[in-house]
């Protein structure tokens, strides 16, 4: 019998070999991981830090090189890097954001408030649909669960500030404010968690006390 | 033992009301199997870590009170993730157990599709039978189900359906645990959850095809089985794979007497379960249109189809006035029983004795260079083991898998040294990665460090091998109370390997290891070959020398069985040379080979799938396989030809089954004796190793050769 030939298709591109990963984590970067890595018992425990660093370095999310780098850094697999980094909502794979992301609430309490009416109003006035990104690279507007913060319903998340209770008055305001600010937010919120996480260890020290 | 008094080591609990004792931290999916019951189950593999992810063996659980009434916990348990407890009560089959299974499955099934009348594991599905035993008849689903890439070509041999996945975990944890790629892992979450490589890039790996029988359901499939058949459709038997020494038990599926896939079989002591992919997918030949399967005679130029008569003639008058001058060359896929009886042929019939089944480039005489003392199993619980030499899962897979077990599990200690980056280096507690042509200096370097004499100045190894100085001295510190060795045969083909093989005897005797060296063999029956003593007496010649005394016109006549000299030969120049120049040349071989075209007859053999035989595999163990699908053409085993040619040229009654060979042979070796026939069903039977005295120390130059680079 002849092997039937079901597809062409057959054979994938192959992931990269270590040596054709780029590095690209600044000198600052890999000091920290150094540091990190004081943290934990094995180089497998510092995944999340880790990943916060490349979406840091990588300019707000994470390109297939910055899972390859954390992999090789770490001496795990890709696909083991990739499924942690796919896993939690807060890193981006794959595709960037923009400057700054716009995370609406809207579980119950936010929706009760009209999360869903003020989301209208932000898309409207962007242009943009759930998890789409301006033309001009400036904002992303994506859809969160409770961000346990009810009692200000209807709630709004742009880096690691709050806003709320908020209306179409008070949102135009923040997006005129954000469009003044050239530093990205997200690149912010991602160096502001690995400072917390460097921290962290003095903090347990003191709270230990 | 005494610290253990006070914590038994067993527990007694109930199942069904039935009492039973049981280690003491044996899960219940385990403890159930005692008493003939068997609990559904997806995601558990007993060979790997419990994960709880599925829900499908669900048990009741109580706890029996000191007042002697039982108190039920409130919810079911995970069978696969609770361990045995006394005065545990457990119950697997009430109304609430059989009310939960259905609910596990009702959800498991949400997302599944309904396309098992084409799908490849209809038949043989976990998924379908549990649902069958225990699920329900019909769904309240009636939204549209999750939809996602089908029939998607992960590699050239694996293709994943992902809208058939049940999300068990079996497949990612197999490359983190058993074969430790980690190449596949989940991405994305929930509902969405999938198994897959980085960024669905090729799934590389030796072992991938272990996931197509672990995977409970039909999402990761053969791309070379797809579609060819239905489970039931096939017959099945069992068979051993030849396409290394390991000796992997196989079950050989086939359909109108051609081979359909080849899927692992339980062989504890060899192979657990897993096959590599080379013995997975590696098997077509059987089916190739290059199969040898007639009998040809030159005739001028060309090769005649002919018969086999004509051929015995042929070959009985050339072998005869060649007189001594003739010799036989087998290669690895050569039975026990095809060996034994073409020694016999050759000593008996044509008073030669230059005989051989070595290829490597170095023939040390002494026979306990060759030593093997370590079964596959036993590498399980080494706690310090040396790899060395070249990549081990190339070679030798399945060893491979145990010894990277024996650091999963037991946390041995594992020095790998190897010219190349190489999988081991993964758990390697020292990787020693040394210049080609430095081995011998780089165990020089670690014998001085182990015992802080002999061998060779490890800074001045250091700068030669390119090992530092450190790494060495932390390898020779692990090894210096005691060490398994795992290297092959294959060493054997350095320039200086008889200098190399030298060094690791020294080494192990010096470490107090010399009843734990190991050097394996790489072919699938090169270690039979060396126990039925395929090899030349004191006036006969090696491959080497026969090769040589061909070319020069001086062997007259050639017998080559199941071999190619022009793949196996390290020197392709003097083999072509040989096979030109030599005057009477047979090819036997179960299929076509380059060495073809310069036969003077050519003898169609069996291939494994269609003889009956024993191979015995690199630790001495020998299993037996069964015809399963007819010979082709005028093919036969090659054990019978020789029998029928040694009854024409001398009159001897001819052997007419296998197990008659086995017997000649265990009649004249002794260790034979435990392998005939009716032993070797199960596991197959390891015969007892050679009784070699103590080995001794032997010279070594422990100096460095020059390797030409390959690079051009
Ligand atoms: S592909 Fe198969 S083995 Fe892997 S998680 Fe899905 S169902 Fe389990
Ligand atoms: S529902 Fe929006 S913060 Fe809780
Ligand atoms: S078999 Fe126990 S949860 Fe899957």
Redesign the pocket.
């Known amino acids: 019998m002849d092997v039937i030939q079901i597809s062409d298709l057959r054979g994938r591109p192959r992931a990269p070999r270590p040596e054709e990963v780029n590095l690209n984590f600044s000198e600052k970067a890999v000091r920290e991981l150094e540091q990190l890595l004081n943290h934990y018992p094995d180089k497998k425990s510092a995944i999340l830090p880790c990943l916060w660093i490349a979406q840091r370095e990588y300019g707000g999310y994470l390109p297939s090189e910055a899972i390859a780098e954390v992999a090789l850094r770490l001496d795990r697999s890709y696909a083991e890097i990739e499924g942690v980094a796919t896993f939690y909502t807060m890193y981006h794979v794959g595709h960037p954001t923009g400057k700054h992301l716009i995370e609406v609430c809207t579980c119950l309490s936010c929706h009760l408030c009209g999360a869903y009416r003020l989301a209208d109003h932000i898309k409207s006035k962007l242009g943009i649909d759930w998890g789409e990104t301006t033309p001009d690279g400036m904002f992303t507007i994506e859809e969160v669960e409770c961000l346990d913060a009810c009692d200000r319903a209807p709630v709004l998340q742009i880096s690691d500030q709050y806003y709320g209770p908020v209306d179409d008055k008070t949102v135009d305001a923040i997006l005129e404010k954000l469009k003044s600010e050239t530093s990205p937010s997200t690149v912010r919120l991602a160096d502001e968690i690995v400072q917390a996480q460097l921290h962290k260890r003095d903090q347990e020290k003191v709270s230990g006390n | 033992m005494a610290a253990a008094a006070n914590e038994p080591q067993s527990v007694i609990l109930t199942i069904n009301d039935i009492e039973i004792e049981v280690p003491r931290g044996e899960l219940i999916v385990e403890s159930v199997k005692r008493i003939g019951l068997e609990i559904p189950i997806?995601?558990y593999h007993s060979r790997m870590k419990p994960v709880g992810m599925c829900r499908m063996c669900l048990v009741d659980v109580g706890f029996k009170q000191p007042d002697g009434s039982v108190r039920m916990m409130p919810k079911p348990q995970a069978g696969c993730t609770l361990p045995a407890d006394n005065n545990m009560v457990v119950y697997t089959d009430t109304e609430k157990v059989r009310r939960d299974r259905k609910g596990v499955l009702e959800f498991l099934l949400i997302n599944h599709p309904l396309d098992c009348p084409i799908c490849d594991r209809g038949g043989e599905c976990p998924l379908q039978n549990n649902t069958i035993f225990y699920g329900p008849s019909t769904t309240r689903y009636v939204e549209i189900k999750r939809h996602l890439p089908k029939a998607f070509p992960l590699s050239k041999y694996v293709t994943?359906d992902l809208e058939?996945?049940?999300?068990?975990?079996?497949?990612?944890r197999f490359t983190e645990e058993i074969s430790g790629d980690s190449q596949?892992a989940?991405r994305f979450r929930g509902a969405m959850m999938q198994?897959s490589t980085f960024e669905l890039t090729d799934f590389e790996s030796r072992f991938s095809g272990n996931?197509i029988e672990?995977?409970?359901?039909g999402?990761?499939t053969s791309a070379e089985y797809r579609f060819r058949a239905r489970p039931w459709d096939l017959q099945t038997k069992p068979s051993i794979c030849l396409e290394c020494s390991n000796g992997c038990n196989t079950w050989f599926d086939y359909r109108v007497a051609s081979l359909v896939r080849i899927n692992g079989r339980t062989n504890e002591a060899v192979n657990e379960e897993w096959t590599c992919d080379k013995g997975k997918f590696g098997q077509n030949y059987l089916n190739s249109p290059d199969r040898l399967t007639e009998v040809f005679v030159r005739d001028g130029d060309k090769l005649i189809e002919s018969n086999w008569a004509t051929a015995f003639q042929q070959v009985s008058v050339a072998f005869q006035s060649a007189g001594s001058k003739c010799a036989a060359l087998v290669g690895g896929k050569a039975s026990n029983e095809d060996i034994f009886m073409l020694k016999r042929l050759f000593t008996e019939a044509f008073g030669s004795n230059n005989l051989d089944h070595r290829w490597t480039r170095c023939l040390p005489k002494s026979d306990a260079l060759y030593r093997v003392a370590t079964s596959i199993a036993d590498f399980e619980n080494e706690p310090v083991i040396f790899v060395f030499g070249n990549n081990i899962a190339e070679e030798q897979p399945i060893l491979f898998l145990r010894i990277r077990k024996a650091w999963f599990r037991n946390d041995a200690k594992v020095i790998v040294a190897c010219p190349e980056a190489c999988e081991a280096d993964t758990f390697a507690h020292t990787s020693l990665r040394y210049r080609p042509g430095t081995e011998a200096v780089l165990l020089g370097a670690i014998h001085r460090a182990a015992t802080g004499a002999g061998g060779v100045d490890i800074a001045e190894a250091s700068s030669i091998t390119g090992v530092g100085e450190e790494a060495i001295r932390r390898a020779a510190d692990a090894m210096k109370s005691g060490f398994a060795l795992a290297a092959s045969r294959s060493l054997l083909d350095l320039r200086n390997g008889e200098h190399v093989v030298g060094a690791l005897s020294n080494l192990t005797i010096a470490c107090n290891s010399s009843e734990k060296y190991n050097l394996f063999a790489t072919s699938a029956n090169e270690e039979g070959a060396r126990q039925i003593e395929f090899m030349p007496s004191a006036e006969g010649k090696n491959t080497r020398e026969i090769l040589e005394a061909c070319a020069s016109g001086e062997m007259k006549a050639l017998w080559l069985l199941e071999c190619d000299p022009l793949s196996l030969s390290h020197d392709n120049e003097l083999v072509t040379k040989a096979l030109e120049t030599v005057e009477f040349l047979v090819v036997q071989n179960h299929i076509k080979s380059e060495c073809v075209q310069f036969a003077s007859v050519l003898l169609p053999a069996c291939a494994f799938s269609e003889k009956d035989g024993t191979y015995t595999n690199l630790e001495r163990r020998v299993q037996r396989i069964k015809p399963i699908i007819a010979a082709k053409g005028s093919a036969k085993p090659a054990w019978k030809s020789f029998g029928e040619l040694l009854l024409r040229m001398k009159g001897d009654p001819p052997p007419f089954h296998a197990h008659e060979v086995m017997q000649l042979i265990a009649a004249s070796h002794q260790k034979f004796q435990s392998a005939i026939y009716e032993n070797l069903e199960g596991e197959g039977v390891v015969i007892p190793a050679n009784q070699s005295t103590e080995p001794q120390a032997v010279d070594v130059e422990y100096t460095a050769m020059e390797v030409p680079s390959n690079t051009p």
């Open positions: 997806f995601c994943l058939r996945c049940i999300q068990c975990g079996r497949c990612v596949l989940f198994p996931v672990i995977c409970p359901v999402a990761l």
